[in-house]
Nanobody, 116 residues
Framework: QVQLVESGGGLVQSGGSLRLSCAAS????????MGWYRQAPGKQRESVAR???????YYADSVKGRFTISRDNAKNTVYLQMNSLKPEDTGVYYC??????????WGQGTQVTVSS
């Protein structure tokens, strides 16, 4: 079964940037949509960005214009470039398939903390 390993999180000041990576142990080239989710403290997990096989991208309104998702199928890796970070972006970030009835097991996620 495919394992997902997220990395790149950390503590950053408001307005700062981070680049997250998600490495899959198996091929993602046949997966139509991959995406990033986040879970803020005390809240449910929500989707923030999605990328299709043709590199078409979709973003939650809250991150549009600040986050950029990309994928490298050769490396089985999905990235999330996060700029102009805000305290409300704080949470644990995960990647997984999107738009599928079944998902791969969740990875451990990567913590992003934005201080004001």
């Amino acid at each position: 079964q495919v394992q997902l390993v997220e990395s790149g999180g950390g503590l950053v000041q408001s307005g700062g940037s981070l680049r997250l990576s998600c490495a899959a142990s198996g091929s993602i080239s046949s997966i139509n949509s991959m995406g990033w989710y986040r879970q803020a403290p005390g809240k449910q997990r929500e989707s923030v960005a999605r990328i299709g096989s043709g590199s078409r991208t979709y973003y939650a309104d809250s991150v549009k214009g600040r986050f950029t998702i990309s994928r490298d199928n050769a490396k089985n890796t999905v990235y999330l470039q996060m700029n102009s970070l805000k305290p409300e972006d704080t949470g644990v970030y995960y990647c997984n398939m999107m738009g599928s009835a079944t998902l791969w097991p969740w990875g451990q996620g990567t913590q992003v903390t934005v201080s004001s």
